[in-house]
């Protein structure tokens, strides 16, 4: 039960920040970052008083029947709560963020927050800030097993079927969105770089800074001084593995351990301490599952790198 109300409490919680980065800092300055809403940006420049998140409504609606039907009911009923509550927040926060109708509809920088938020001469800057803010909102909603609807669905849709990680589909989609429909040459380069930004944070967000570190160490001793900081100071484990030397057919002892990059220092030195002869390989862990680390991903869950 308390998985599931964190679950869903995320969803809203990570909409919101979605929804933030977008009327904070990529609406004002005709920003095109890809997806339903970049696709909105440039519908609200035609028609004004039709607000960004609306058109999101627009977008969605179809999407979400696909949704249903293609990644499963479970997860559609998430992502039609995410996709249905996402263009409501932007559309509040629009509202409650301009002094007046005719502010809103041109999306004026320069009234946005009593001005106190006007970035227009710091498009690099808001481009990047947006992109951190919405890869951050659609990270948390991802990980509360939902999506924000839009270009999301097709995402997840060619990570099912055409076997690309989601983090790199979101790139693609968004990629090709912002190819058919930027308002200035020049806007484009920081709508690519906001796309850019925001699948690595989103990646970051979803499967964290993947910098662990696995060790192999071989002694012609047995290590039990070794053991005994593994498993009481660093409170984890290791497999030891049977083997010999090729060379001299004598037997070692071979420790096989994954361990977070702070603690590899630790454990070298006290490798050094125990057998200052000992071989020892560190390498980059891409991934680790299990007791102490992540769980296994379910079958059809998303999976970022």
């Known amino acids: 039960m308390k998985k599931i109300i964190s679950s869903w409490i995320g969803i809203f919680v990570g909409c919101t920040i979605l929804a933030a980065g977008f009327v904070y800092f990529i609406n004002p300055y005709n920003l095109v970052p890809g997806g339903v809403y970049g696709a909105s940006i440039v519908l609200h420049n035609l028609f004004p008083s039709i607000q960004v998140g609306t058109f999101g409504y627009m977008f969605d609606i179809p999407l979400l029947i696909i949704s249903v039907l293609v990644l499963g009911a479970k997860l ?92 790199k589909a979101i790139l693609l989609v968004d990629g090709i969105v912002v190819g058919f429909g930027l308002p200035s040459w020049h806007l484009s380069f920081y709508s690519l770089i906001a796309i850019f930004v925001t699948s690595r ?43 010999s030397g090729l060379y001299t057919n004598v037997d070692k002892e071979m420790l096989f351990l994954v361990v977070s990059y702070k603690e590899v220092v630790g454990i070298k030195q006290k490798i050094r301490e125990v057998d200052p002869k000992a071989f020892v390989v560190v390498t980059d862990a891409y991934d680790a599952f299990g007791e102490g680390w992540k769980e296994l991903p379910m079958a059809g869950e998303v999976q970022p790198e």
């Open 76 to 167: 559609g009923a998430r992502t039609i709560v995410a996709a249905l509550f996402t263009p409501l927040a932007m559309n509040v926060l629009s509202l409650l963020s301009y002094p007046s109708e005719e502010a809103l509809h041109q999306l004026d920088p320069t009234q946005l927050l009593g001005g106190s938020l006007n970035m227009s001469d710091h498009l690099m800057l808001t481009s990047v800030i947006g992109a951190v803010v919405i890869g951050i909102g659609c990270g948390i909603v991802v990980r509360s097993r939902a999506t924000t609807g839009g270009t999301d669905i097709v995402a997840m849709i060619l990570q099912k079927y055409c076997h690309i990680r989601f983090s």
């Open 201 to 243: 944070v989103l990646a970051y967000v979803i499967n964290g800074e993947k910098n662990d570190k696995i060790l192999f160490v071989i002694s012609d001793m047995r290590l039990t001084a070794l053991h005994d900081y593994i498993l009481k100071d660093l409170d984890r484990t290791a497999t030891c593995i049977k083997s």
